[in-house]
Nanobody, 120 residues
Framework: VQLAESGGGLVQTGGSLRLSCAAS????????MGWFRQAPGKEREFVAA????????YYADSVKGRFTVSRDNAKNTVYLRMNSLKPEDTAVYYC??????????????WGQGTQVTVSS
């Protein structure tokens, strides 16, 4: 199983980015997907999750209203659209997959991460 994130980069405060996570080696539509992030010196934290067929989404309070998670099962890809970015959103962002709907819980597979840096 491989999860490969892309789309990170440097953006100014108030800007937007869209992260992608391409999955391979699994039946993508059988997996709920999540996004997490880890800032320097901090614990990894949950960002957003989406169920297998997009019926359910779940967000951390810190990103609700600014971030949108979506998926395209035909492309084996999950996305995280990030708007109104703040310096505190700076982190390495990871996607993860789970055979069950776990929301912010434990995931089975993880990507390597992509860096997002928001300048003030």
């Amino acid at each position: 199983v491989q999860l490969a994130e892309s789309g990170g980069g440097l953006v100014q405060t108030g800007g937007s980015l869209r992260l992608s996570c391409a999955a391979s080696g699994l039946t993508f539509s059988s997996y709920a997907m999540g996004w997490f992030r880890q800032a320097p010196g901090k614990e990894r934290e949950f960002v957003a999750a989406i169920s297998r067929y997009s019926a359910n989404t779940y967000y951390a309070d810190s990103v609700k209203g600014r971030f949108t998670v979506s998926r395209d099962n035909a492309k084996n890809t999950v996305y995280l659209r990030m708007n109104s970015l703040k310096p505190e959103d700076t982190a390495v962002y990871y996607c993860a997959g789970s055979r069950r709907w776990v929301g912010a819980g434990e995931y089975d597979y993880w990507g390597q991460g992509t860096q997002v840096t928001v300048s003030s």
